[in-house]
């Protein structure tokens, strides 16, 4: 570079070398340059990733949440793209939740944090704790009763626990009464028990307030198909195909109810796409309104 300025490639390691070397100050004006200008896209990739890196280590966060956001746009499906941005992002929420843990431990938004870890390391008493004690500070904070409503459906082993479970959703309604996911858990909470009316009622509720919510397509399908109502069940279901291709629960109930009413090429046309999800590895994305189960 002293001895020819204009050399590309030497513009282009020199950075790229001394990010390398965690020397990002020195790195950085380089790296901003290249990542702006360079015609070479997959060396801009190499480019982007290490200004981010850069960036993030010496605290200009502002500009490496820009970065990040500039090479998602550009390589939205590339693994090390995907796997920095959500490093930054993950290690950004850990720091801001301990902050704030510091700052008001014992605050609404303190107890939403706790129930968050509790439930994420399967401590699901502990998160039904935490988001109460929520609520005595603020008895209007929207999504605690849901939570708490969805952490006793899915963990608790009272057999009566449900009926608990439904007052906290019916609660949640009255502070949010715009909660398509509070329809939708009260529905699964009367399938599951056996309820198929009001399982029914909640889930045309739930997509009323919410006509996106696969869960609720899918769970209402299944009802009325076990009801016999399978047109109302095929009408219900068919948006789903079209908003969500690659929900493997909606191919799959949707190829049972052609071949229940007889449409055997729909049926194998379903069962094709269905497969194909599998083949690739989607079979993951169930979406059924028991999330933990299969569709059926």
């Known amino acids: 570079m002293k001895q020819d300025s204009s050399l590309r490639t030497a513009q ?16 950085a004006p380089g790296l901003r ?5 360079n015609p070479d896209l997959k060396l801009r990739r190499v480019i982007g990733l290490s200004l981010e890196q850069c960036l993030y280590e010496s605290g200009a966060l502002a500009e490496a949440d820009e970065v990040t956001q500039a090479l998602l746009a550009k390589y939205p499906d590339d693994i090390d793209v995907l ?35 509790a439930a994420t390391e399967g401590n699901w008493q502990g998160a039904i704790d935490s988001y109460r004690e929520a609520l005595k500070l603020d008895p209007g904070l929207p999504g ?13 082993t009272d057999p009566n626990a449900w009926h608990e ?20 858990e009260i529905g699964e909470a009367y399938r599951k028990h056996g309820q198929d009316p009001e399982a029914i009622s909640a889930f045309r509720q739930a ?21 016999g109502r399978k047109q109302e069940a095929i009408s219900t279901l068919e948006p789903a195909r079209q908003s969500a ?6 191919h799959f109930l949707l190829a049972q109810l052609y071949r229940d ?36």
């Open 12 to 27: 282009t390691f020199l950075p790229l070398s001394l990010a390398a070397l965690r020397r990002c100050q020195e790195a």
């Open 33 to 37: 340059r290249e990542f702006s200008s």
């Open 83 to 117: 796997y920095a941005a959500g490093q930054m992002y993950g290690k950004l929420s850990s720091e801001i939740y301990l902050r704030l843990m510091k700052v008001a431990p014992h605050s609404v938004r303190g107890y939403q944090v706790m129930a968050e870890v």
């Open 144 to 156: 605690a009763h849901l939570q708490i409503g969805v952490l006793t459906l899915e963990h608790s």
């Open 165 to 184: 479970a439904l007052q906290e959703l019916n609660a949640e309604l009255k502070i949010n009464p715009a909660s398509g996911e509070a329809e939708y």
């Open 207 to 227: 997509l009323r307030l919410d006509p996106s919510l696969v869960e609720a397509r899918v769970e209402l399908a299944k009802v009325l198909r076990q009801d």
């Open 245 to 250: 291709p690659g929900n493997a629960a909606v």
């Open 261 to 296: 009413s007889g449409r055997a090429a729909d049926a194998r046309q379903e069962e094709e796409a269905f497969k194909k999800l599998q083949d690739a590895g989607n079979s993951r994305e169930w979406t059924s309104g028991d999330k933990r189960s299969p569709p059926l």
